[in-house]
């Protein structure tokens, strides 16, 4: 009798552990771990990082909002207006003059900024964010023109002033 409880009793809590285990799975698939930034939260981080000028923080952020959802344009745009800003800042502060930061690097990051341009303007053509497109291609502009890719520069300034018209910067540039 007292055996015949005791498996009862180890059974039920056995039972009772596998439906735990499978609520706490439930539970983690359908809304997420507390313990585990949304893409939203990488991408506020992100932000807030980006406008102290921690571009090399930031683009932590980026990267992991950006590797949640490879679709999220706004995580590629930000991602590779990131990179351009870090190159300006490496630029001005005579990091890459004085080889503290080899050409190969900046050359590297004009590259991957031009790919999340890319991705940010595929993405939003279906999307239909005009203003994010006008955005990521003066961004793409920018990205050729620093690699002196004039005739790619052009057509990505002329296809930005197609989303945004008004914008005198994409203009000046092109």
Same mark, same amino acid.
């Given at each position: ?13 056995? $039972? ?6 499978? !609520? ?37 952020? !980026? ?10 344009? $706004?995580?590629? !745009? ?31 990051? !004009? ?14 053509? $279906?999307?239909?964010?005009? %203003? ?30 197609? %989303? ?11």
């Amino acid at each position: 009798m007292e055996d015949s409880r005791r498996k009862y009793i180890y059974v039920t809590l056995c $039972v009772l552990a596998l439906l735990l285990v499978v !609520y706490l799975a439930y539970s983690l698939i359908a809304h997420g771990s507390p313990l585990v930034k949304s893409v939203n939260e990488h991408l506020i981080s992100g932000n807030e990082l980006h406008s102290d000028s921690l571009y090399d923080e930031a683009m932590i952020e !980026y990267g992991k909002a950006y590797s949640m959802d490879t679709t999220n344009t $706004v995580s590629a !745009y930000n991602a590779g207006t990131n990179l351009l800003l870090k190159n300006y800042q490496d630029i001005r502060s005579g990091k890459v003059e004085n080889g503290m930061v080899p050409d190969s690097l900046v050359l590297q990051r !004009y590259e991957e900024a031009e790919r999340m341009m890319v991705k940010s303007i595929e993405g939003e053509k $279906v999307g239909k964010n005009r %203003n994010l497109v006008a955005r990521a291609g003066h961004n793409l502009g920018l990205t050729h023109h620093h690699r002196m890719e004039l005739k790619e520069a052009e057509a990505a300034y002329k296809e930005a002033l197609r %989303n945004d018209p008004a914008n005198e910067e994409t203009r000046y540039n092109l």
